[in-house]
């Protein structure tokens, strides 16, 4: 008789409670926030310079108190939502259990349960219970995952948390469908003359299994002081990322660092894509940054920004742009610097040729021959930071 599929909370009943209960004290702090910041009264005379300062003082307070209201509230919904969170758990039938310990046998592994549970997307994932009966196991979760696969005739991928070996204690270990959709990245640099670091900073990363997601920001100016600010946005909002918040209450609190800082133009670009490999849909978040290209065989999508760099503006402009990707699409993101290398006021038409024009297939490739054209249209000087990355999506 098959059994009876739960659904339950990923956390017991009185963690829950616990950080629900946490949750709204934090709602109720931003509530407090909100209810301080009172509009400035408005005087009839001219305030002389010692009233305006105070004026823009109390204007600049009532601000932060607005994002420190906004930032608990984001707090508070991560919170509930972890609290809230919850899988459909199932055990697998008797017939599926004995193939995969009878698989596992052969590797000296010895299983104790396996459960099969659905995420928030309508995945499949799984947990199995596993230890080794002989010390010394060499095969890895990410193998492991190869030998359920074939199994159970269904493509599973290992969870990033899971312990690297199997060892003689029971550890449980988490496996999730495979993505409909797999990505190859390339990069490709150059450091403006007469400089030794560059001021633009990048990064590539996974916040779930399934999320690829890609940063490039470009900081005023070169040197040190740029690459400190690029180096800021970028780390901060991996880091942001990672932890569960959205993107554009991230950005906020990035933007008000870059305000609050010590020196005045501490501004810098932000170009953020994100892939969902299930679907295959990207979102392409820009703010003062370089156009996007995303290629389809010989035609060639050119994304372009028309607001300013963060550090600007105490709320800063966020275009979004959203695309669905096919088998074999390309994304090609920029700094500033690599449109500059080419011909005056026509960079961005000339780049969309070459892009159209190449037949490489390999990231790696595409991004190296792209900078190399660049620099020599420029008759190989450096004149700003340049960096390229390019990313291949392919159907798995």
């Known amino acids: 008789m098959k059994e009876k599929e739960t659904f339950v909370s990923i956390l017991p009943e009185y963690g829950r409670r616990r950080l629900l209960m946490f949750a709204d004290s934090i ?84 299983l104790k349960d396996v459960y099969t549970m659905e995420n928030e997307t309508g995945f499949t994932e799984m947990s199995l219970q596993i230890r080794s009966i002989k010390p010394g196991c060499t095969i890895t979760a990410e193998e492991i995952g190869d030998v359920i696969s074939v199994v159970i005739n269904k493509k599973l991928t290992a969870s990033v948390n899971n312990p690297f070996f199997i060892d003689l204690e029971w550890k449980t270990f988490y496996y999730v469908e495979a993505p409909r959709f797999h990505v190859l990245t390339g990069v490709a640099l150059a450091v403006k003359e007469n400089e030794k670091i560059s001021g633009d900073n990048y990064a590539i ?55 609050a ?45 028309g607001n300013l760099p963060l550090g600007i503006f105490n709320r800063p402009d966020m275009e979004i742009n959203k695309r669905r990707l096919q088998d074999g699409d390309y994304i090609i993101m920029l700094s500033d610097g690599v449109l500059d290398a080419l011909s005056q006021g026509i960079g961005e038409d000339m780049m969309s040729e070459l892009i159209s024009g190449t037949d490489l297939k390999n990231p790696k490739e595409i991004a190296n021959a792209m900078l190399k054209f660049c620099i020599r249209q420029s008759k190989g000087k450096v004149r700003d930071d340049m960096t390229i990355i390019v990313l291949g999506i392919w159907q798995t």
């Not at 009532?62 to 906004?70: D, R, Y």
């Open 27 to 110: 709602r109720e702090l931003a509530t407090s926030f909100g209810e301080l910041d009172k509009p400035l009264e408005n005087t009839i005379e001219e305030p002389n310079e010692a009233d305006r300062g105070d004026i823009l003082w109390q204007r600049r307070m009532q601000e932060n108190k607005i994002l420190m209201a906004n930032h608990l509230q984001e707090i508070a919904g991560i919170m509930s939502h972890v609290a809230e969170e919850a899988r459909r758990f199932s055990p697998v039938n008797e017939k599926i259990y004995k193939r995969v310990a009878q698989a596992l046998k052969g590797f000296d592994l010895q």
């Open 205 to 259: 990363f996974e916040t779930e299994p399934g999320t690829h997601s890609m940063i490039i920001s470009d900081g005023m100016g070169s040197g040190k002081k740029a690459c400190r600010d690029s180096q800021m946005i970028v780390e901060l909002m991996q880091k942001f990322m990672e932890a569960g918040y959205k993107k554009e209450m991230a950005i906020q609190m990035i933007n008000t660092v870059l305000l």
């Open 261 to 305: 800082g010590p020196e005045a133009g501490n501004m810098s670009t932000l170009d953020f894509c994100t892939i969902d490999l299930y679907s295959g849909f990207c979102e392409l978040l820009k703010i003062g940054s370089a156009p996007t290209y995303i290629k389809r065989e010989h035609l060639v999508e050119r994304i372009s920004a």
